[in-house]
């Protein structure tokens, strides 16, 4: 009874047209790109800001969660209406506000797509610097929501380096802004703390962004290794040599085995480890970056060097990385995605300890990742129809996840917390840390009716996220990382 | 001295205790001042002023204590410069965890050991210490141009006003696990927690750099250079507008300048001054090497705390009438082309033109913030955007509810 006032209240409010409630209209928006699902209420469409908070507000009334929603490309489940309520998806606000050159700044909608904001600025020699791999079909907001990464973090940073300012709806219905459209607003860094925090203390409803140039030049390079552990090598060894490429990813064999058959990149199908490097500025310090990268490569063992002729090549050896997740999906019935980071000198190791894992607990493992910034990927393929195979791969991901803590790392490096990793947190995290975040959340007053049972590992009315009741979610085939 | 403070007085370690006096704020001195050594020593003392009701304010190199309204009380002055060690710095990693009370120029001579630096220029000077550094988030000449600290911070210890010490983030330098209290704690001038360590990813040192000047006829055609010279997208580090009056606080002619850094390669550097030397030549000329020292001058000069200095956002479009603006006030003005910001330094101004002056950059969606003034100015200009100032309200009465950290800061009671 309450929820078909619910549903009359928020179609009164957003229109008919704005509002799904039907069973079979739900189910799309169960999940997101994890396979944990949970069916909400409603889910809303709204068109602005007023919209948005109108849609908090009769929330509100009815004591019902929210939770915001961007194209559903999240790897933690963070848009999983675990206690049913409001999902509110942003996809119709998808203007791009205001594209202003000469001040080098984007007023955008939350649910405009990230590639589409990077070809809008294309045109005025400046770019959006973050490109997660999802960037043709994720939304600016859920980057927002999660301080997404991409292959460029390395150098350009992640989300939150390039966020100015946020308008959001707090849990009470109203509008603010934090940060605003330069950088250093006086006072505690609101914006910043709001970056990353998954829909647990507003919704997002403009974002103003500072965009950057186009470099000069740019250059990719394809280096070829006998083993992972060479092409560790030689990433420390480059960025400790005073190179800070714009790009390093690692490809190693299972994945470049997966890949190449599909995708005719042009990666030895015998090679142990590739990487993919970029650098980028005026001429001159390409040639010189690119001499030092070489240097360095060289002294690792690299069997080979390829660096890309032309804007074709380029798009390839990119297209390799890009697309090598979806790769997997084509080549094993299930993969569960893990993130975690490491402090770049220990990858050698911890990528022996994550594959030795594999083997001991009998899963293919491809990895695929960003190990300039020491950001593992490792994929575990599997079949959920074999018996117990799946408990076996998410008490492998905790085991893996382990190792990452236990090397001086984290749990997460860009796919964020949400539901899948709130009982890892006390890995990481002690008491009195997970009470401050508790305080953040009081303090915006969004308590537990914004996205509840997200990030922190306790919450009221959620299923435990203590880390001896560990479940875990499994990556659908398609998902990006 | 009350009972509160001459108990918590004897409870904390002799050795730690410094003269009070020499911690005036405003005018007014503390109670008392002490110095601790550990964090727990810190934790501790927090724990009991808070128990005391005594309120506290964390500072180093005591550069930037007028930094938001006159404080509604003051006991204890926590001097930090004690805890001011390199707790771990992998050079292969290319990260540091630092104690706050390392002085940035510290930090700097040992990272430089290694060919790496925090790229941060923060006024008046590398004197700041580190905590003092996040805790202001002040910018400087390189801030648009480099990654500012607040975008290295990747992880911080802060210890809360009841004695807990609590972390955020970590050692790694991609990481989204948990909220990043580490970003709130940048510009919150202690009042949520006291910065205790903090942990940065660390970029490479510029193999080279150079500095040029070049003169202008007016604060409008070298603003327009200097945007002329950003869309170059040419590998500077600070390319910034000068007023006349800030030229010749530098040792610069009595003229309008634009004062560039370019940092890299040498190879890289002979490019970009070519590049540098059409563009002005084609605009009119003037292009010379920049005075030695100009960069530190012009730190000093926004560090200064005679008079009153502002800093105002707005875009790069508007520097140059933000810059005459600050002219017709008798004001010595600045602007920084990438961050869009403009920093005013006057004898002194009165509130009604500072109001205007807000109105104005506030139309155009940007902020003005006092960074030094008389107590009188400051307790009149809110130090923040009204937009936040509940949510302000909200951290403070969650993070720090007994008012122990700088109370009144950013507004009476709060």
Known sequence: ?481 | MTSGTADLREALPADGRREAPDYPIDGAAPQIAQQPRTREELAGLLASATEAGLAVVPQGSRSALDLGRPIDRYDVALDMRGLDGIVDYEPADMTVQVGAGMTLRALRAHLAEHGQYLPADPPPGDDVTIGGLLATARPGAWRGHMPAARDLVIGMEVALPDGSLVRSGGRVVKNVSGYDLHRLHTGALGTLGVIVEASFKLVPLPPATRSFAVRRPSVRDAARLAIELRDAALPGRALSVLAPEAAVRLGLPDDAHVLLELAGYESALDAATTRIRDVTERSGGGLGDAPSGAWDALRALTGATDGVVLRLGVPATRIAATIEAARGLRGTAWGHVAAGSVVIHAPAIDVTSVRVLRRNVEAEGGFLVVESGPPALRAVVDPLGASTRDLVGALKRQFDPTGTLSPGRWEVGL
């Open chain 1, 1 to 481: 009874m309450t929820n078909e006032v619910l549903i009359r209240e928020l179609r009164d409010a957003l229109g008919d047209a704005h509002v799904l409630h039907l069973p079979e209209d739900l189910i799309a928006y169960e999940y997101d790109a994890t396979i944990e699902r949970a069916r909400p209420d409603a889910v809303v469409f709204p068109g602005s800001t007023a919209d948005v908070a109108a849609a908090v507000r009769i929330a509100n009334t009815h004591d019902v969660p929210v939770v915001p929603r961007g194209s559903g490309t999240g790897l933690a489940g963070g848009a999983v209406p675990v206690q049913g309520g409001v999902v509110v998806a942003m996809t119709r606000m998808r203007r791009i506000v205001e594209l202003n050159a000469a001040n080098r700044i984007a007023v955008v909608e939350p649910g405009v797509i990230n590639l589409d904001l990077q070809a809008a600025c294309e045109p005025h020699g400046l770019r959006y610097a973050p490109d997660p791999s999802s960037q043709r079909i994720c939304t600016i907001g859920g980057n927002v929501g999660t301080n997404a990464g991409g292959p460029h973090t390395l150098a350009h940073g992640s989300t939150v380096n390039h966020v100015l300012g946020v308008e959001v709806v707090l849990a009470d219905g109203t509008a603010t802004w934090l940060g605003g459209r330069q950088p250093d607003v006086p006072g505690p860094d609101l914006r910043g703390v709001f970056c990353g925090s998954e829909g647990t203390l507003g919704i997002v409803t403009q974002i103003c962004v500072a965009l950057t140039p186009l470099p000069h030049e740019v250059r990719t390079m394809l280096a070829i290794f006998d083993s992972v552990e060479a092409a560790s090598e030689a990433v420390s060894a480059i960025i400790s040599g005073g190179v800070v490429p714009v790009a390093v990813e690692m490809l190693d064999q299972e994945i470049i085995r997966i890949v190449e058959p599909q995708m005719h990149v042009g990666y030895p199908l015998d090679a142990g480890a590739v990487l993919l490097l970029e650098v980028e500025g005026l001429p001159e310090a390409v040639a010189a970056d690119a001499e030092r990268v070489v240097a360095a490569c060289d002294a690792a063992g690299a069997r080979e060097l390829r660096v890309a002729e032309s804007a074709e090549e380029r798009e390839g050896l990119w297209e390799g990385r890009k697309g090598g997740i979806g790769a997997i999906g084509a080549s094993s019935p299930n993969f569960y995605i893990l993130d975690g980071v490491v402090p770049r000198t220990r990858l050698p190791e911890v990528m022996s300890q994550v594959n030795a894992l594999a083997d001991e607990y009998g899963f293919r493992c491809a990895n695929i990742f960003h190990a300039g910034d020491g950001n593992l990927h490792p994929n575990i393929m599997f079949n959920e129809l074999d018996e117990g195979a799946t408990e076996r791969v998410l008490e492998l991901g905790g085991e893996i996840m382990r190792v990452c803590v236990e090397a001086g790392g984290s749990i997460t490096g860009e796919h964020g917390i949400g539901l899948e990793k709130r009982s890892y947190m006390e890995w990481v995290f002690g008491e009195a840390d997970l009470d401050s975040m508790e305080r953040l959340r009081l303090a915006f007053g969004a308590g537990e009716r914004f996205n509840p049972c997200k990030v922190l590992p306790t919450g009221h009315g959620c299923a435990s996220g203590h880390a001896a009741e560990l479940r875990g979610h499994l990556a659908a085939p398609g998902v990006y990382i």
